[in-house]
């Protein structure tokens, strides 16, 4: 159980005595959701938060891709959605992304790509209490150029655009060299569907997370100008402390 508050984790500054006597200061730990519409920068900004804090980044999407890879139940099931372009079910995402969870409860992190739906959202809700969800909210016409844009390398995940964050050598990943490849459901016809089933899908999500009083908007057209704001949001709010998760520190 992750939920703060219990067992030897809890949503503020704890202490443990240890074997030598010690006491162990845990940090407190902070846990984050980062919404928004397709190409509305949650990679982009996952990234950035997770160096400058030191997260952990979780993606829903890695998950199932790796449950994929290891062939394992959930993974073989999430595989017949995804195949069909669908959503993998609420029963699924939460069997395949909760157990793990569990294992992270002695690290922040900040999750991009769950909840994905209200059941979603009520499955996290019961396992863990966030601190706070970022919701980006990007004009259409941006996300469309951004998307026509998007070029990603398929094994790792790392995404490009060709005029933001462009690769090194055009249509090559600048890790490994290999080719990049464009997503059909990035072209603008897709868009305009897979926009207006974020909206359904969101909107009773960040009307749960608004009424916690975790909820922090972020508008506007350009990633460099929205990151300054997060960036001193989140200053305010992860302890510097939670860089390293838990510090030894010798107490009388
Ligand atoms: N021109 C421009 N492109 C940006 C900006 N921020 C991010 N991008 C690019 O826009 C595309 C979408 O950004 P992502 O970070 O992948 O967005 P996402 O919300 O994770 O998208 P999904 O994975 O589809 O949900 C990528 O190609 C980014 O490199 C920006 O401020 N300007
Ligand atoms: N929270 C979720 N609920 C349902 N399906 C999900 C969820 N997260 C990821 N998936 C499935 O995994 C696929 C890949 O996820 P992701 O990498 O976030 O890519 P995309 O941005 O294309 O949706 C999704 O298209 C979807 O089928």
């Known amino acids: 159980m992750l939920r703060n508050g219990t067992a030897s984790v809890r949503n503020d500054t704890d202490t443990v005595r240890g074997v030598a006597g010690y006491k162990w200061r845990m940090a407190k730990l902070f846990r984050a959701v980062i919404m928004g519409p397709p190409g509305s920068g949650k990679g982009t900004i996952s990234e950035r938060i997770a160096q400058r804090f030191a997260l952990t980044r979780l993606s829903s999407g890695d998950f199932v891709r790796e449950n994929i890879a290891a062939n394992t139940d959930a993974g073989v099931l999430a595989k017949t959605y995804i195949e069909?372009?669908?959503?993998?079910?609420?029963?699924?995402?939460?069997?395949?992304?909760?157990?793990?969870?569990?294992?992270?409860?002695?690290?922040?992190?900040?999750?991009?790509?769950?909840?994905?739906?209200?059941?979603?959202?009520?499955?996290?809700?019961?396992?863990?209490?966030?601190?706070?969800?970022?919701?980006?909210?990007?004009?259409?016409?941006?996300?469309?150029?951004?998307?026509?844009?998007?070029?990603?390398?398929?094994?790792?995940?790392?995404?490009?655009?060709?005029?933001?964050?462009?690769?090194?050598?055009q249509g090559r990943d600048d890790i490994s060299g290999e080719p990049l490849i464009q997503h059909d459901d990035d072209k603008p016809e897709a868009l305009v569907a897979r926009l207006r089933h974020y909206k359904d899908m969101a909107k009773p999500i960040i009307d749960l997370y608004k009424s916690k009083g975790i909820l922090h908007t972020f508008s506007g057209t350009e990633t460099d100008r929205i990151w300054p704001y997060i960036n001193s949001l989140l200053s305010t709010k992860i302890p510097s402390t939670s860089q390293t998760d838990t510090q030894r520190i010798p107490m009388p």
């Open 84 to 169: 069909r372009g669908l959503l993998v079910p609420d029963h699924v995402m939460t069997r395949l992304l909760l157990p793990r969870l569990e294992e992270m409860t002695r690290h922040s992190w900040l999750m991009d790509g769950f909840p994905r739906t209200l059941a979603q959202a009520k499955a996290l809700n019961s396992t863990c209490d966030l601190d706070l969800v970022i919701s980006l909210n990007i004009p259409y016409e941006t996300l469309k150029e951004r998307l026509s844009d998007r070029w990603i390398h398929p094994a790792s995940g790392r995404v490009y655009n060709m005029g933001f964050n462009p690769p090194h050598v």
